[in-house]
């Protein structure tokens, strides 16, 4: 039986995180420099399934993996879809560029490749839809309560205008346009960012329903102006969403010292992107202007920088 690959993309949001969760649109891109991959291989004389996963350290049998595992659970909702109970023995290699907890994907992108690879190898790969609805229910460990903005990106690797439970609507860029993301090192989970905002929201519900309201409408907006090439109009709709975020409590100081540092060497807006409280941080820019955004954020903090063009 040959090794059967598979691998996926990691992605950025553009627009709209936090509100998502609460039925509001969410604009979201594939980032392609950075990937998850999944390699599967039978291991005659074998059983089970093995699985090496060098970046995480893990290195592990199926068996010996909990429930809430996310690897362990992306093999056995796979296995489940496929009415297999017990597959012929194999080893699952698994590697990604994506960093962790960042806001760029990476527990999407290692099921998205897992579940690729895996129904391959069995005989049956599955088709996106069912991929992604996999993805979205591993992410449930991840996320608690996730919108699914980041598996559907991931799995579709298109620029996605997102709205949870709706169908999926991928958009148009009629002129690309470049990104800088800048990384603060923060390691931050998006479950603590997410229960934060619920707990506030609770405690002040129209004040947040104004918040989400107000980045939906900035989210509207920046879809039409990707939709009809207005560029220019992006960078503000950045800097507008990123107040809003700040309002809602889920910036930090190292994250504001990004967007005022790419602001200030050029970059026509900024803001966080993701769950906040550290993460990434996106900055427009012109072409020609994208390395010295890159190095003026490295100044500021930032321990990488991806510069990545949009919709090329
Ligand atoms: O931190 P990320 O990029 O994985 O994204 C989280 C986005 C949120 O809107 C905060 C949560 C969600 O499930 O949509």
Same mark, same amino acid.
């Given at each position: 039986?040959?090794?059967?690959?598979?691998?996926?993309?990691?992605?950025?949001?553009?627009?709209?995180?936090?509100?998502?969760?609460?039925?509001?649109?969410?604009?979201?891109?594939?980032?392609?420099?950075?990937?998850?991959?999944?390699?599967?291989?039978?291991?005659?004389? @074998?059983? %089970?399934?093995?699985?090496?996963?060098?970046? =995480?350290?893990?290195? $592990?049998?199926?068996?010996?993996? !909990? #429930?809430? &595992?996310?690897?362990?659970?992306?093999?056995?909702?796979?296995?489940?879809?496929?009415?297999?109970?017990?597959?012929?023995?194999?080893?699952?290699?698994?590697?990604?560029?994506?960093?962790?907890?960042?806001?760029? @994907?990476? %527990?999407?992108?290692?099921?998205?490749?897992? =579940?690729?690879?895996? $129904?391959?190898?069995?005989?049956? !790969? #599955?088709? &996106?839809?069912?991929?992604?609805?996999?993805?979205?229910?591993?992410?449930?460990?991840?996320?608690?309560?996730?919108?699914?903005?980041?598996?559907?990106?991931?799995?579709?690797?298109?620029?996605?205008?997102?709205?949870?439970?709706?169908?999926?609507?991928?958009?148009?860029?009629?002129?690309?346009?470049?990104?800088?993301?800048?990384?603060?090192?923060?390691?931050?989970?998006?479950?603590?960012?997410?229960?934060?905002?619920?707990?506030?929201?609770?405690?002040?519900?129209?004040?947040?329903?104004?918040?989400?309201?107000?980045?939906?409408?900035?989210?509207?907006?920046?879809?039409?102006?990707?939709?009809?090439?207005?560029?220019?109009?992006?960078?503000?709709?950045?800097?507008?969403?990123?107040?809003?975020?700040?309002?809602?409590?889920?910036?930090?100081?190292?994250?504001?010292?990004?967007?005022?540092?790419?602001?200030?060497?050029?970059?026509?807006?900024?803001?966080?992107?993701?769950?906040?409280?550290?993460?990434?941080?996106?900055?427009?820019?012109?072409?020609?202007?994208?390395?010295?955004?890159?190095?003026?954020?490295?100044?500021?903090?930032?321990?990488?920088?991806?510069?990545?063009?949009?919709?090329?």
């Amino acid at each position: 039986m040959p090794a059967i690959a598979a691998s996926a993309p990691g992605k950025i949001i553009l627009f709209g995180e936090h509100a998502v969760v609460y039925g509001q649109p969410a604009l979201a891109v594939p980032v392609r420099q950075v990937e998850a991959k999944a390699i599967i291989k039978a291991q005659p004389g @074998g059983e %089970g399934i093995r699985i090496l996963a060098p970046d =995480i350290a893990l290195r $592990s049998e199926l068996s010996a993996l !909990p #429930l809430e &595992d996310a690897v362990g659970k992306a093999i056995r909702l796979t296995l489940d879809a496929l009415g297999v109970a017990s597959p012929s023995a194999c080893t699952l290699m698994i590697s990604s560029t994506i960093p962790l907890a960042a806001g760029l @994907g990476s %527990g999407a992108a290692v099921s998205v490749a897992i =579940i690729r690879a895996l $129904s391959g190898f069995l005989g049956h !790969p #599955l088709p &996106d839809e069912q991929v992604n609805a996999l993805t979205y229910e591993v992410e449930k460990l991840h996320h608690g309560t996730p919108s699914g903005i980041d598996n559907t990106v991931v799995t579709f690797a298109q620029p996605v205008y997102f709205i949870k439970g709706q169908p999926i609507k991928t958009i148009e860029i009629r002129y690309p346009f470049t990104l800088v993301i800048g990384d603060t090192g923060l390691v931050s989970p998006t479950s603590v960012a997410v229960g934060d905002v619920r707990r506030a929201y609770e405690a002040q519900p129209e004040l947040f329903e104004h918040y989400f309201a107000l980045c939906g409408r900035i989210t509207t907006n920046a879809a039409l102006s990707i939709q009809n090439g207005r560029i220019n109009s992006l960078g503000p709709l950045m800097n507008d969403n990123h107040e809003v975020l700040q309002k809602m409590g889920v910036s930090c100081p190292e994250l504001d010292q990004l967007v005022a540092a790419a602001r200030e060497a050029g970059a026509s807006g900024a803001k966080l992107s993701g769950g906040g409280r550290g993460g990434n941080m996106i900055a427009l820019v012109e072409p020609d202007q994208a390395q010295a955004v890159a190095l003026a954020l490295e100044d500021a903090g930032a321990v990488r920088t991806i510069i990545t063009q949009v919709g090329k």
